[in-house]
Protein backbone atom coordinates (compact mmCIF):
# COMPACT_ATOMS: atom_id res chain seq x y z
CA UNK A 1 0.00 0.00 0.00
CA UNK A 2 2.99 2.17 0.68
CA UNK A 3 4.02 2.07 -3.11
CA UNK A 4 0.68 3.39 -4.02
CA UNK A 5 0.62 6.35 -1.83
CA UNK A 6 4.38 6.92 -3.06
CA UNK A 7 2.81 6.82 -6.65
CA UNK A 8 -0.39 9.16 -5.45
CA UNK A 9 2.07 11.92 -4.07
CA UNK A 10 4.76 12.02 -6.66
CA UNK A 11 1.45 12.47 -9.56
CA UNK A 12 -0.22 15.16 -6.95
CA UNK A 13 2.91 16.79 -7.03
CA UNK A 14 2.83 16.72 -10.78
CA UNK A 15 -0.26 18.39 -11.11
CA UNK A 16 -0.06 20.89 -8.18
CA UNK A 17 3.27 22.12 -9.85
CA UNK A 18 2.25 22.33 -13.24
CA UNK A 19 -1.22 23.92 -12.54
CA UNK A 20 -1.10 25.52 -9.58
CA UNK A 21 2.22 26.60 -9.33
CA UNK A 22 2.84 27.12 -13.19
CA UNK A 23 6.21 25.68 -12.68
CA UNK A 24 7.71 24.03 -16.09
CA UNK A 25 6.78 20.23 -17.02
CA UNK A 26 10.35 19.54 -18.25
CA UNK A 27 11.54 20.72 -14.01
CA UNK A 28 8.48 19.21 -12.65
CA UNK A 29 9.19 15.81 -14.40
CA UNK A 30 12.74 15.73 -13.40
CA UNK A 31 12.13 16.79 -9.80
CA UNK A 32 9.24 13.66 -9.98
CA UNK A 33 11.69 11.60 -11.00
CA UNK A 34 14.49 12.25 -8.37
CA UNK A 35 11.24 12.65 -6.04
CA UNK A 36 10.24 8.89 -6.61
CA UNK A 37 13.87 7.57 -6.82
CA UNK A 38 14.56 8.63 -3.35
CA UNK A 39 10.66 7.60 -2.15
CA UNK A 40 11.34 4.06 -2.85
CA UNK A 41 14.38 3.85 -1.62
CA UNK A 42 17.09 3.53 -5.16
CA UNK A 43 20.18 3.57 -4.38
CA UNK A 44 21.59 6.61 -4.09
CA UNK A 45 24.47 5.70 -5.82
CA UNK A 46 22.32 4.49 -9.10
CA UNK A 47 19.76 7.29 -9.20
CA UNK A 48 21.61 10.26 -11.33
CA UNK A 49 22.74 7.64 -13.54
CA UNK A 50 19.05 5.61 -13.83
CA UNK A 51 17.25 9.52 -14.91
CA UNK A 52 19.86 10.60 -17.45
CA UNK A 53 19.97 7.07 -19.03
CA UNK A 54 16.06 7.43 -19.34
CA UNK A 55 16.45 11.46 -20.68
CA UNK A 56 18.87 10.31 -23.38
CA UNK A 57 17.17 6.86 -23.88
CA UNK A 58 14.02 8.02 -24.90
CA UNK A 59 15.47 11.12 -27.20
CA UNK A 60 18.06 8.18 -28.72
CA UNK A 61 14.99 6.95 -30.28
CA UNK A 62 12.38 9.74 -30.76
CA UNK A 63 14.07 12.78 -30.57
CA UNK A 64 15.24 13.43 -34.37
CA UNK A 65 11.52 11.97 -35.26
CA UNK A 66 9.73 15.18 -33.18
CA UNK A 67 12.62 17.62 -34.25
CA UNK A 68 11.91 16.77 -38.40
CA UNK A 69 8.37 16.65 -37.59
CA UNK A 70 7.83 19.81 -36.22
CA UNK A 71 10.04 21.79 -38.95
CA UNK A 72 8.22 20.17 -41.73
CA UNK A 73 4.88 20.96 -39.37
CA UNK A 74 6.65 24.71 -39.75
CA UNK A 75 7.34 24.78 -43.51
CA UNK A 76 3.61 24.21 -43.75
CA UNK A 77 2.15 26.44 -41.49
CA UNK A 78 4.31 29.28 -42.93
CA UNK A 79 3.90 28.35 -46.92
CA UNK A 80 0.07 28.82 -46.89
CA UNK A 81 -0.57 25.09 -47.22
CA UNK A 82 -2.85 24.73 -44.42
CA UNK A 83 -5.46 27.26 -46.50
CA UNK A 84 -4.01 24.55 -49.83
CA UNK A 85 -5.41 21.63 -47.81
CA UNK A 86 -8.54 23.14 -46.68
CA UNK A 87 -9.13 24.67 -50.11
CA UNK A 88 -8.86 21.02 -51.69
CA UNK A 89 -11.17 19.89 -49.06
CA UNK A 90 -13.67 22.40 -49.67
CA UNK A 91 -13.78 21.72 -53.36
CA UNK A 92 -14.14 17.64 -52.14
CA UNK A 93 -17.56 17.63 -50.41
CA UNK A 94 -18.90 21.28 -51.54
CA UNK A 95 -21.06 23.55 -49.68
CA UNK A 96 -23.18 20.25 -48.97
CA UNK A 97 -22.43 19.32 -45.02
CA UNK A 98 -20.40 22.49 -43.96
CA UNK A 99 -19.46 21.36 -40.08
CA UNK A 100 -18.04 17.90 -41.95
CA UNK A 101 -16.24 20.10 -44.23
CA UNK A 102 -14.80 21.63 -40.98
CA UNK A 103 -14.22 18.65 -39.12
CA UNK A 104 -12.04 17.13 -42.16
CA UNK A 105 -10.22 20.22 -42.98
CA UNK A 106 -9.13 20.21 -39.12
CA UNK A 107 -8.49 16.06 -39.01
CA UNK A 108 -5.86 16.63 -41.75
CA UNK A 109 -3.93 19.55 -40.75
CA UNK A 110 -3.38 19.00 -37.35
CA UNK A 111 -1.20 15.62 -38.19
CA UNK A 112 1.92 18.44 -39.32
CA UNK A 113 0.96 21.24 -37.76
CA UNK A 114 -0.40 21.87 -33.94
CA UNK A 115 -4.15 22.22 -33.15
CA UNK A 116 -3.73 25.75 -31.40
CA UNK A 117 -1.98 26.65 -34.68
CA UNK A 118 -3.89 25.21 -36.95
CA UNK A 119 -7.20 27.02 -35.54
CA UNK A 120 -5.39 30.48 -35.83
CA UNK A 121 -4.53 29.94 -38.99
CA UNK A 122 -8.17 28.38 -40.55
CA UNK A 123 -10.40 30.56 -38.23
CA UNK A 124 -11.05 33.38 -40.82
CA UNK A 125 -11.63 30.39 -43.60
CA UNK A 126 -13.97 28.46 -41.22
CA UNK A 127 -15.74 32.15 -39.94
CA UNK A 128 -15.95 33.01 -43.58
CA UNK A 129 -17.55 29.54 -44.43
CA UNK A 130 -20.12 30.16 -41.95
CA UNK A 131 -20.92 33.48 -43.21
CA UNK A 132 -21.01 32.35 -46.78
CA UNK A 133 -23.18 28.77 -46.21
CA UNK A 134 -25.30 30.69 -43.68
CA UNK A 135 -24.57 28.31 -41.06
CA UNK A 136 -23.36 29.15 -36.92
CA UNK A 137 -19.97 29.92 -36.09
CA UNK A 138 -21.14 28.31 -33.19
CA UNK A 139 -21.29 25.22 -35.05
CA UNK A 140 -18.13 25.48 -37.28
CA UNK A 141 -15.81 26.28 -34.52
CA UNK A 142 -16.78 23.36 -32.48
CA UNK A 143 -16.29 21.32 -35.12
CA UNK A 144 -12.91 22.68 -36.60
CA UNK A 145 -11.51 22.28 -33.06
CA UNK A 146 -12.78 18.78 -32.57
CA UNK A 147 -11.06 17.82 -36.35
CA UNK A 148 -7.78 19.37 -34.92
CA UNK A 149 -8.18 18.33 -31.68
CA UNK A 150 -8.33 14.04 -33.16
CA UNK A 151 -5.44 14.22 -34.80
CA UNK A 152 -3.25 16.00 -32.61
CA UNK A 153 -3.55 13.62 -29.67
CA UNK A 154 -3.94 9.88 -31.92
CA UNK A 155 -1.74 10.58 -35.23
CA UNK A 156 2.05 10.61 -35.25
CA UNK A 157 4.16 12.53 -36.07
CA UNK A 158 2.85 14.68 -33.86
CA UNK A 159 5.23 14.97 -30.60
CA UNK A 160 2.39 13.87 -28.14
CA UNK A 161 1.52 10.18 -29.98
CA UNK A 162 5.44 9.77 -30.83
CA UNK A 163 6.44 10.50 -27.77
CA UNK A 164 4.05 8.25 -26.05
CA UNK A 165 5.03 5.44 -28.41
CA UNK A 166 8.30 5.67 -27.69
CA UNK A 167 8.09 5.36 -24.03
CA UNK A 168 6.20 1.94 -24.91
CA UNK A 169 8.74 0.76 -26.86
CA UNK A 170 7.16 1.34 -30.32
CA UNK A 171 9.77 3.46 -31.96
CA UNK A 172 10.38 1.18 -34.47
CA UNK A 173 6.74 0.28 -35.43
CA UNK A 174 5.09 3.97 -35.62
CA UNK A 175 3.63 2.65 -39.00
CA UNK A 176 0.72 0.29 -36.83
CA UNK A 177 0.26 3.35 -34.30
CA UNK A 178 -0.88 5.77 -37.29
CA UNK A 179 -3.02 2.96 -38.99
CA UNK A 180 -5.02 2.22 -35.84
CA UNK A 181 -4.68 6.17 -34.69
CA UNK A 182 -6.00 7.69 -37.99
CA UNK A 183 -8.96 5.01 -37.36
CA UNK A 184 -9.67 6.11 -34.04
CA UNK A 185 -8.88 9.74 -34.69
CA UNK A 186 -11.70 9.29 -37.09
CA UNK A 187 -13.78 8.25 -35.66
CA UNK A 188 -13.16 10.94 -32.41
CA UNK A 189 -13.62 13.94 -35.07
CA UNK A 190 -17.13 12.18 -35.92
CA UNK A 191 -18.02 12.46 -32.51
CA UNK A 192 -17.19 16.09 -32.07
CA UNK A 193 -19.08 16.89 -35.23
CA UNK A 194 -21.81 15.48 -34.69
CA UNK A 195 -21.81 17.85 -31.05
CA UNK A 196 -20.91 20.41 -32.86
CA UNK A 197 -24.66 20.48 -34.76
CA UNK A 198 -26.19 20.43 -32.01
CA UNK A 199 -25.57 24.23 -32.06
CA UNK A 200 -26.36 24.89 -35.83
CA UNK A 201 -28.85 27.53 -34.35
CA UNK A 202 -26.11 29.07 -31.27
CA UNK A 203 -24.52 32.38 -32.12
CA UNK A 204 -21.60 33.23 -29.95
CA UNK A 205 -21.92 35.75 -27.14
CA UNK A 206 -18.89 36.58 -26.54
CA UNK A 207 -17.02 39.95 -26.42
CA UNK A 208 -16.84 41.02 -30.34
CA UNK A 209 -19.02 38.38 -31.43
CA UNK A 210 -20.32 41.13 -34.19
CA UNK A 211 -17.14 41.41 -36.05
CA UNK A 212 -17.21 38.01 -37.11
CA UNK A 213 -19.32 39.24 -40.05
CA UNK A 214 -16.12 40.77 -41.25
CA UNK A 215 -14.58 37.89 -41.74
CA UNK A 216 -14.90 37.30 -45.57
CA UNK A 217 -12.77 39.74 -45.68
CA UNK A 218 -10.33 38.95 -43.33
CA UNK A 219 -9.79 35.38 -45.23
CA UNK A 220 -8.88 36.81 -48.67
CA UNK A 221 -6.69 39.17 -46.70
CA UNK A 222 -5.12 35.86 -45.30
CA UNK A 223 -4.96 33.98 -49.00
CA UNK A 224 -2.99 37.27 -50.10
CA UNK A 225 -0.96 37.54 -47.38
CA UNK A 226 0.43 33.93 -48.32
CA UNK A 227 1.03 35.23 -51.80
CA UNK A 228 0.47 32.39 -54.54
CA UNK A 229 -0.54 29.41 -52.75
CA UNK A 230 1.41 26.34 -53.11
CA UNK A 231 -0.46 23.04 -55.18
CA UNK A 232 -2.08 20.34 -53.98
CA UNK A 233 0.70 18.21 -54.24
CA UNK A 234 3.36 20.64 -52.51
CA UNK A 235 0.91 20.77 -49.24
CA UNK A 236 -0.14 17.50 -48.99
CA UNK A 237 3.62 15.55 -50.36
CA UNK A 238 5.68 16.61 -47.15
CA UNK A 239 3.44 14.80 -44.61
CA UNK A 240 1.60 12.32 -46.51
CA UNK A 241 4.63 10.60 -48.29
CA UNK A 242 5.98 10.11 -45.21
CA UNK A 243 2.92 8.70 -43.09
CA UNK A 244 2.63 6.28 -46.58
CA UNK A 245 6.36 5.40 -46.29
CA UNK A 246 6.07 4.59 -42.47
CA UNK A 247 2.81 2.27 -43.19
CA UNK A 248 4.71 0.62 -46.21
CA UNK A 249 7.25 -0.08 -43.52
CA UNK A 250 5.50 -1.69 -40.96
CA UNK A 251 3.34 -4.19 -43.32
CA UNK A 252 7.07 -5.13 -45.12
CA UNK A 253 8.10 -5.60 -41.40
CA UNK A 254 4.94 -8.30 -40.73
CA UNK A 255 6.26 -11.39 -39.52
CA UNK A 256 4.52 -12.78 -42.13
CA UNK A 257 6.59 -11.06 -44.81
CA UNK A 258 3.30 -9.91 -47.16
CA UNK A 259 6.16 -8.42 -49.82
CA UNK A 260 8.59 -11.02 -49.60
CA UNK A 261 12.48 -10.50 -48.07
CA UNK A 262 13.81 -9.67 -51.60
CA UNK A 263 15.20 -6.31 -53.03
CA UNK A 264 11.43 -4.59 -52.15
CA UNK A 265 11.41 -5.46 -48.38
CA UNK A 266 15.01 -3.67 -47.86
CA UNK A 267 13.88 -0.65 -50.01
CA UNK A 268 10.65 -0.27 -48.13
CA UNK A 269 12.11 -1.50 -44.26
CA UNK A 270 14.80 1.32 -44.78
CA UNK A 271 12.45 4.24 -46.17
CA UNK A 272 9.92 3.09 -43.67
CA UNK A 273 12.48 3.89 -40.37
CA UNK A 274 10.51 7.34 -39.48
CA UNK A 275 13.94 9.27 -39.60
CA UNK A 276 14.31 8.35 -43.35
CA UNK A 277 10.74 8.70 -43.87
CA UNK A 278 10.64 12.18 -42.44
CA UNK A 279 14.12 12.76 -44.07
CA UNK A 280 12.11 12.43 -46.97
CA UNK A 281 9.23 14.85 -45.80
CA UNK A 282 11.97 17.12 -45.15
CA UNK A 283 13.00 17.32 -48.67
CA UNK A 284 10.02 17.27 -50.09
CA UNK A 285 9.03 20.50 -48.13
CA UNK A 286 11.48 22.55 -49.83
CA UNK A 287 9.46 22.65 -52.76
CA UNK A 288 7.37 24.31 -50.83
CA UNK A 289 10.07 27.64 -50.34
CA UNK A 290 8.85 30.81 -52.35
CA UNK A 291 12.10 33.37 -51.76
CA UNK A 292 14.84 33.39 -53.94
CA UNK A 293 17.05 32.88 -51.45
CA UNK A 294 16.00 29.37 -50.38
CA UNK A 295 19.29 28.14 -48.33
CA UNK A 296 18.11 31.19 -46.50
CA UNK A 297 14.64 30.73 -45.95
CA UNK A 298 15.38 26.74 -45.07
CA UNK A 299 17.76 27.84 -42.23
CA UNK A 300 14.89 30.46 -41.33
CA UNK A 301 11.96 27.74 -41.00
CA UNK A 302 14.63 25.22 -39.30
CA UNK A 303 15.50 27.78 -36.61
CA UNK A 304 11.64 28.18 -35.95
CA UNK A 305 11.11 24.25 -35.94
CA UNK A 306 13.66 24.08 -33.44
CA UNK A 307 12.54 26.70 -31.12
CA UNK A 308 9.48 24.82 -30.95
CA UNK A 309 10.68 21.57 -31.26
CA UNK A 310 13.19 22.31 -27.96
CA UNK A 311 10.42 22.05 -25.01
CA UNK A 312 8.79 19.14 -26.51
CA UNK A 313 12.28 17.34 -26.67
CA UNK A 314 12.87 18.53 -23.17
CA UNK A 315 9.76 17.47 -21.72
CA UNK A 316 9.58 13.95 -23.34
CA UNK A 317 13.23 13.47 -22.17
CA UNK A 318 12.24 14.38 -18.77
CA UNK A 319 9.44 11.92 -19.16
CA UNK A 320 11.87 8.79 -19.80
CA UNK A 321 13.41 9.93 -16.86
CA UNK A 322 10.45 9.54 -14.91
CA UNK A 323 9.74 6.39 -16.16
CA UNK A 324 13.35 4.80 -16.24
CA UNK A 325 12.97 5.54 -12.16
CA UNK A 326 9.46 4.22 -11.91
CA UNK A 327 10.71 0.94 -13.94
CA UNK A 328 13.21 0.75 -11.35
CA UNK A 329 10.92 0.73 -8.67
CA UNK A 330 8.53 -2.50 -7.93
CA UNK A 331 5.62 -0.57 -8.05
CA UNK A 332 4.93 -1.61 -11.90
CA UNK A 333 4.93 -5.23 -10.52
CA UNK A 334 2.67 -4.50 -7.77
CA UNK A 335 0.20 -2.48 -9.42
CA UNK A 336 0.07 -4.75 -12.95
CA UNK A 337 -0.86 -7.36 -10.18
CA UNK A 338 -3.40 -5.29 -8.66
CA UNK A 339 -4.95 -3.70 -11.42
CA UNK A 340 -5.00 -7.01 -13.14
CA UNK A 341 -6.89 -8.29 -10.26
CA UNK A 342 -9.60 -5.23 -10.81
CA UNK A 343 -9.87 -6.22 -14.40
CA UNK A 344 -9.71 -2.46 -15.43
CA UNK A 345 -6.67 -3.43 -17.76
CA UNK A 346 -7.05 -1.15 -21.14
CA UNK A 347 -9.50 1.31 -18.84
CA UNK A 348 -6.04 2.01 -16.36
CA UNK A 349 -4.14 4.39 -18.87
CA UNK A 350 -7.41 6.35 -20.00
CA UNK A 351 -8.23 7.38 -16.37
CA UNK A 352 -4.85 7.99 -15.35
CA UNK A 353 -4.31 10.21 -18.36
CA UNK A 354 -7.60 12.08 -18.09
CA UNK A 355 -6.82 12.82 -14.83
CA UNK A 356 -3.60 14.44 -15.60
CA UNK A 357 -5.16 16.27 -18.64
CA UNK A 358 -7.94 17.42 -16.64
CA UNK A 359 -5.86 18.74 -13.58
CA UNK A 360 -3.14 20.32 -15.73
CA UNK A 361 -4.74 21.56 -19.30
CA UNK A 362 -1.40 19.79 -21.44
CA UNK A 363 -2.51 17.02 -23.64
CA UNK A 364 1.63 16.32 -24.24
CA UNK A 365 2.24 16.23 -20.74
CA UNK A 366 -0.81 13.80 -20.29
CA UNK A 367 0.78 11.37 -23.05
CA UNK A 368 4.30 11.66 -21.61
CA UNK A 369 3.91 10.98 -18.47
CA UNK A 370 1.13 8.52 -18.47
CA UNK A 371 2.85 6.38 -21.08
CA UNK A 372 6.33 7.00 -18.57
CA UNK A 373 3.98 5.60 -15.91
CA UNK A 374 2.26 2.59 -17.26
CA UNK A 375 5.26 0.98 -19.47
CA UNK A 376 6.32 -0.98 -16.52
CA UNK A 377 3.23 -2.72 -16.08
CA UNK A 378 2.11 -3.82 -19.23
CA UNK A 379 3.08 -7.33 -19.16
CA UNK A 380 0.89 -7.51 -15.77
CA UNK A 381 -2.31 -6.13 -17.31
CA UNK A 382 -2.16 -8.16 -20.14
CA UNK A 383 -0.88 -5.16 -23.02
CA UNK A 384 2.71 -6.34 -23.47
CA UNK A 385 2.26 -7.66 -26.37
CA UNK A 386 2.58 -4.85 -29.99
CA UNK A 387 -1.06 -4.54 -30.46
CA UNK A 388 -1.30 -4.22 -26.95
CA UNK A 389 1.10 -1.49 -26.29
CA UNK A 390 -0.54 0.69 -29.76
CA UNK A 391 -3.82 -0.01 -27.66
CA UNK A 392 -2.26 1.95 -24.39
CA UNK A 393 -0.98 4.26 -26.99
CA UNK A 394 -4.83 4.70 -28.08
CA UNK A 395 -5.76 4.54 -24.72
CA UNK A 396 -3.82 7.03 -23.41
CA UNK A 397 -4.55 9.50 -26.84
CA UNK A 398 -8.20 9.39 -25.40
CA UNK A 399 -7.43 10.19 -22.12
CA UNK A 400 -5.36 12.77 -23.11
CA UNK A 401 -8.14 14.63 -24.80
CA UNK A 402 -10.58 14.77 -21.57
CA UNK A 403 -11.45 17.24 -21.00
CA UNK A 404 -10.02 20.65 -22.69
CA UNK A 405 -11.34 23.12 -20.18
CA UNK A 406 -10.10 27.00 -18.64
CA UNK A 407 -6.29 25.37 -18.02
CA UNK A 408 -5.73 24.53 -21.29
CA UNK A 409 -4.21 27.07 -24.15
CA UNK A 410 -6.39 25.62 -27.03
CA UNK A 411 -9.78 26.11 -24.72
CA UNK A 412 -8.96 29.57 -24.99
CA UNK A 413 -7.64 29.95 -28.32
CA UNK A 414 -11.08 28.58 -29.26
CA UNK A 415 -12.73 30.73 -26.90
CA UNK A 416 -11.55 34.13 -27.93
CA UNK A 417 -11.23 33.42 -31.60
CA UNK A 418 -14.60 32.34 -31.83
CA UNK A 419 -15.84 34.90 -29.85
CA UNK A 420 -17.79 32.95 -27.34
CA UNK A 421 -18.32 33.61 -23.76
CA UNK A 422 -16.74 31.21 -21.03
CA UNK A 423 -20.36 29.45 -20.30
CA UNK A 424 -21.00 28.49 -23.74
CA UNK A 425 -17.40 27.66 -24.73
CA UNK A 426 -17.83 25.09 -21.62
CA UNK A 427 -20.84 23.72 -23.22
CA UNK A 428 -19.70 23.88 -26.95
CA UNK A 429 -16.25 22.88 -26.90
CA UNK A 430 -15.30 21.38 -23.32
CA UNK A 431 -18.14 18.76 -23.32
CA UNK A 432 -16.87 17.98 -27.22
CA UNK A 433 -13.41 17.27 -26.06
CA UNK A 434 -15.53 14.74 -22.94
CA UNK A 435 -17.79 13.15 -25.98
CA UNK A 436 -14.36 12.50 -27.99
CA UNK A 437 -12.59 11.23 -25.47
CA UNK A 438 -14.91 8.61 -24.08
CA UNK A 439 -15.94 7.18 -27.78
CA UNK A 440 -12.61 7.10 -28.63
CA UNK A 441 -11.89 5.19 -25.32
CA UNK A 442 -14.96 3.14 -25.75
CA UNK A 443 -13.62 1.95 -29.53
CA UNK A 444 -10.11 1.13 -27.84
CA UNK A 445 -12.01 -0.86 -25.62
CA UNK A 446 -14.01 -2.84 -28.77
CA UNK A 447 -10.82 -3.07 -30.39
CA UNK A 448 -9.18 -4.79 -27.62
CA UNK A 449 -11.87 -7.45 -27.40
CA UNK A 450 -10.94 -8.28 -31.04
CA UNK A 451 -7.55 -7.63 -31.28
CA UNK A 452 -5.51 -8.72 -27.95
Known amino acids: M ?3 LILIGVITFIVLATSR ?3 HPFLTLILAAFIAAFAYGLPSSTIAKTITS ?11 VIVLGTIIGTILEKSGAAITMANCVIK ?19 IPVFC ?14 ANRMKVSSVSMSVALATGLYATHTFVPPTPGPIAAAGNLGLESNLGLVILVGVFVAAVAALAGMLWANRFANAEPDGEGADELKTQNEDYEALKQSYGELPSPFKAFAPIFVPILLICFGSIAAF ?7 ETLYDVLVFLGQPVNALLIGLFLSLLLLK ?17 VAAPILLITGAGGAFGAVLKATPIGDFLGTSLSALGIGIFMPFIVAAALKSAQGSSTVALVATSALVAPMLGDIGLASEMGRVLTVMAIGAGAMTVSHANDSFFWVVTQFSRMSVPQAYKAQTMATLIQGITAMCLVYILSLFLL
Open 116 to 129: DSGFVILNSLKQSM
Open 291 to 307: SNKKIEEFSERISQGLV
Open 21 to 23: FKL
Open 255 to 261: PSAPLGK
Open 54 to 64: GFGGILGYIGL
Open 2 to 4: NLV
Open 92 to 110: LLGKRFPTLTMSLIGYLVS
